[in-house]
Every structure is written in C-alpha cells, then in structure tokens.
C-alpha cells in the first residue's frame, strides 16, 4: 500500500496511520477513511453527498457525522487556517497540500562498459551507497538494497516495480567507462505513471566518484522536496576513506562478498586487503574482512577455528580504528558467539551495533543466533523478525527464518519459509539447505534428497552430510554408511565438519561414535556447536548425561545473574 508525503505528513495506508514528524497522530477509523479520501481525490471539490456515500454508504448518517470527521481531521492536520482542506461555502471541501514522494527504491546501476572496462562492481556500489545516503532524510522510505537488487536483469516496468516494492519513485541508472573517463547517467521515475521526474548525466574521472554520488543524492532529495524541520536536507555521507583506490577496491570487495560463495569471500579478502595496502585505516575493510573469515567458517569452507580467529584479528583491528562502527561490533559479537561461546560478551556486541544502528539488519540477524545458542526460542524469532522488519526481501533472513523454525521444531513452518526463498530464487543454495532439512525432520525424504542433490552443485562437505543425515533417517542404511565413507576419505583433502559424522553416526545406532564426533565437534568450535542446545536432530539423545555434558562445555561461559550456570 502507498504512503503519501504532505507537509510535515505521511499518511501511511499499509499500517492505516497517519504521522507527524515520524510520530502518530491519533485518527478514529471514520475520520482516517475521511482523511485517506480526501488525499486521493486531492485537487478535486468533493460534495457532501459525495463524501458521505464514501465513507457510510447507504448508511443513512446526518451532516454532523461528515463535519465531526472534518473536523477530527484538521485537529490531526493542525489545520485551524483551513490551509490544507479548504471549504467551499455551499459546495463541498477540497484537499488542497502538494503530495511529495516519500519512498524511493534505488535499483542497481547497469554496467554499459566494454569487457575491458567492466565496472559493475562500481555499478553496484554506487547504488548501494546513494541507498545509505538517503537513508539520512527523515520521513523517506528506502527499499532495502535486497529488496531492489533482486530487480536486477528481470525486464520489468518500473510501474511494476515500484508497486512491488510498494514505494512512489525508482532511481534507475547506468554507468559507461571508457579508460578513466566515466560518463553516469540517473533517472528519477514516478512508480505510479512511470513518467521521469528528473535525469541527468554526469561526465567524470573514475577518482570522482564521491561527489557524483553527493551530486545525484542532493538533486534527488532536491526533486522530492523532503525536508527536515521546514529546511532543505543536508546530505553528510560518511567516508570512511578519503582513497579513491582504496574505495574502488572495497566495493569490488563488496561486490564478490555479496555472491555469498568461497571463491566469492576469498576475492572479497583479497580485494579488501588490497584497499587496506592503499588506506590502512580503513575500518569497513577490515570489517569486510572479518565477516568474510567468520562466513568461511561457518559455512565449512575452512576450519572454523581457524577462520574465526582471523576474523577475530580483523574485527579488533576495526574496532581500534573506529569503535562506533555497529558492523564492527556485530563482527566481533559473531566470533564471542561462535568460537568463545563467551555469551555475555557476544549479547553487549550485538546489543552495541544495534544501538549504534537500530537498522542494520544482520546485527538482528546474529541476534538470532545468540537466541538459539542461550535456548530462548521466542527472542529468537523477535530477532529474526526484526530483521525482516528492516530488509523484508532480503532472501538470507527469509531462509534463516526456515533456520530458526527448524530449531523450534516447526518443521512445517520451517519448509514453509524455505520454499518461500527457493521460488524467489532457485538458485539460492542456503535455503535449499534449509529446506532439505525441514523436510528430512519432517519425514519428507525423498524431497529432502532432491533439495540437497540440487544444492550439491556447491560442493559443500556440508551438503553431503545432510544428505547421509536423510538416508540414515529414511532406512537406506547402505548409501548412508556410503556418504560416511565418502566424508570420511573427503576429510583428509579438506575441512568436513564431525558435526556430520556425528548425526550420520546417531541415525544408524552407534551412540558410542555419535557422542564422540560430537565432542570432537565441540572440540573444533564448528557452527553447529553453538545451536546443540536446540538442534533437533539430537532431540533423541537430549536426556542423555552425555549430552548435558556437551551443552555444558559450550554454555560454561552463559551464566544468569546470579552467576549459576544454564543448561
């Protein structure tokens, strides 16, 4: 649903509110119908007649109806001069204020360059930060980067666009690169009418790029006629690099970072490595580089001790630089959590970065995870909601929500929100994963097996574990002691979780070997280590003393307030 912008307004019609500077002002339902009537025939004299068969019907309601929601409505609109809904004497009313945009989705810039030339990673970055910038302006909403991202390629209408992503105006773009010369054309388009609202083209050296991305932001904001507290915005895009190089080579990190796949992050640490050579205090770099290892090792693409140590290097390193950084905190809370199981300390991380930037949504997003770790399921799903709350399209927070639903024991819901993922994008490995996994739990074997043989094509150990998993649990005794074997001979070459061997172990009866993979699981800090307490394909050995042990070993550090520990 739109919202629409007037004066020191929105009225919101999805949450069917109305707001003043970000606050809202109470409507009854009739005067709020009133109000939304008004604005959508704004510039029209609307009748009495016609205002009361609006809002009742066939309703036989007096006048004294019609003029208590008027007068409702210039109360809420704090208009006692009648600027805003103007009376005309003996013939009706007319809404009169000048609707601005107050939602905007910037989508990605298209790379028009040679092959020589290529440039998509600064195509990408550039939209990525005009999205930061406006972000700043009070009262505008901004599609979130996933949401507009996924966008990319598909062909769609702008009209199309901006209906699904429920936003007034989409800034679309490209960038051609010839050498140093860049030449950067933008587009402001009303969603509505498709009609442009403003363009223009900007002629420049690849070490102008920070003051093309202030120029096209201010003319936007400019163009929309936002401002804050009755002045015109002014736009203050933090750099945390004045480098140009250094730049360039953080948003081609970025932009392998964001394939989310081990050659993807390996390309994104080099690359931010390479920025740090050119700024070495660049403090996004290293949180780059501190996300990239901890995602190496939680995805199994390296040990995870070893990886999460790196990321602990770089994450302190941020920190020195720039401890108001809320991704450097939310770095260093990801390795409390993983490889210290230092709970409290991982919480104060979280809770820093999200103080810091209420927004950010993978701050949530690990939130979550500490929730699983520590046992409390519902803060879990609080935080993952929160998440989508702020990046609802986002497709790694749609499948973590079939993350957590499977730690609950929802596996219906679990595979619910991982097929959401799957139909959004086929291609999108994680919540193929997620989903086998509900549908393993939930005895759907031979869809588990389709999703994870589909998933298989990233060559994830962990994939394969899965898959051994769904043979043991479906009675195919033989493939699973097979996909055993296989682990087993894969181990020697590279890194194979024995969270696996473990669980495969467990399915097929050996409880001796189960407890001591798990132990060795422990013993490595492996992902799955941290969510033992709720995994629920250990539900079986859960009243085993063995097993408290083991939630012991990775909860020593989560103590209450009174200092006892909780298992």
Not at 60 to 82: F, I, M, P, Y
Not at 157 to 169: F, K, M, P, S
Not at 365 to 389: C, F, N, P
Not at 413 to 441: C, H, K, N
């Amino acid at each position: 649903m739109p919202q629409y912008a007037f004066d020191r307004f929105v009225l919101d019609l999805g949450r069917e509110c109305l707001l003043r500077d970000g606050g809202e002002v109470k409507l009854r339902p009739q005067s709020f119908l009133m109000l939304r009537y008004l604005v959508e025939n704004r510039g029209r004299l609307l009748t009495k007649s016609e205002l009361i068969k609006a809002l009742w019907g066939n309703s036989a309601v007096t006048d004294d109806s019609l003029v208590q929601c008027l007068h409702d409505v210039r109360r809420a609109l704090e208009d006692t001069g009648q600027v805003l809904v103007k009376t005309v004497p003996r013939r009706g009313y007319i809404f009169t204020a000048r609707l601005t945009l107050s939602s905007i989705a910037v989508l990605p810039f298209v790379d028009m360059s040679s092959k020589a030339d290529n440039v998509e990673y600064l195509a990408d970055g550039l939209a990525d930060e005009l999205i930061n910038m406006l972000a700043q302006v009070r009262g505008l909403t901004i599609a979130s980067r996933s949401s507009s991202f996924r966008f990319r390629g598909m062909g769609l209408d702008i009209t199309e666009i901006g209906r699904q992503l429920n936003v007034g105006a989409v800034l679309e773009g490209s960038i051609r690169r010839a050498g140093d010369h860049l030449r950067v054309s933008a587009q402001l388009v009303n969603a509505s009418d498709g009609y442009g609202l403003w363009s223009e083209t900007y002629e420049r050296r690849m070490g102008d790029v920070f003051a093309i991305q202030d120029e096209i932001a201010s003319a936007i904001v400019v163009k929309l006629r936002l401002h804050l507290g009755g002045e015109p915005v002014q736009l203050s895009a933090k750099r945390y690099t004045s480098n140009t190089q250094a730049y360039h080579l953080y948003l081609t990190g970025r932009y392998f970072w964001n394939k989310r796949t081990d050659t993807g992050f390996e390309k994104a640490i080099e690359c931010w490595r390479r920025a740090i050579g050119h700024d070495p205090n660049y403090a996004l770099a290293y949180t780059g580089i501190a996300d990239a290892y901890n995602l190496l090792g939680y995805f199994g693409y390296r040990n995870p001790k070893d990886a999460y140590e790196q990321g602990r290097s770089a994450a302190r390193k941020a920190l020195e630089i720039d401890d108001s950084l809320a991704e450097a905190h939310s770095s260093m809370g990801d390795v409390n959590l993983h490889i210290d199981w230092d709970f409290r300390s991982c919480e104060h991380e979280f809770n820093t970065a999200i103080a810091l930037n209420p927004n950010y949504a993978r701050a949530h997003h690990l939130l979550s995870h500490y929730w699983v770790a520590t046992g409390d399921i519902d803060k879990s799903l609080d935080a993952s909601q929160r998440a989508l709350e702020i990046d609802p399209s986002n497709l790694s927070l749609i499948a973590h929500l079939s993350w957590h639903h499977y730690h609950a024991g929802e596996f219906d819901r679990a595979v619910e929100a991982g097929q959401r993922v799957t139909e959004m994008d086929p291609s999108f490995t994680m919540a193929r994963i997620y989903l086998g996994q509900a549908y393993t739990l939930n005895r759907m074997y031979r869809e588990a097996i389709d999703e994870f043989e589909r998933a298989s094509v990233d060559g994830s150990t962990d994939v394969q574990g899965y898959l051994g998993l769904t043979f043991a649990l479906s009675g195919d005794r033989r493939k699973a002691e097979a996909m055993l074997a296989d682990l087993m001979s894969d181990s020697v070459e590279r890194y194979v979780s024995p969270y696996h061997f473990a669980t495969i172990s467990l399915a097929l009866g050996d409880l001796d070997g189960a407890f001591r993979w798990l132990h060795k699981t422990v013993d490595e800090h492996g992902r799955h280590a941290a969510a033992l307490r709720l995994d629920p394909v250990l539900v079986p050995i859960r009243d085993d003393p063995r097993f408290q042990l083991l939630v012991q070993r990775v909860g020593a550090r989560y103590q209450n307030r009174n200092g006892h520990l909780v298992t």
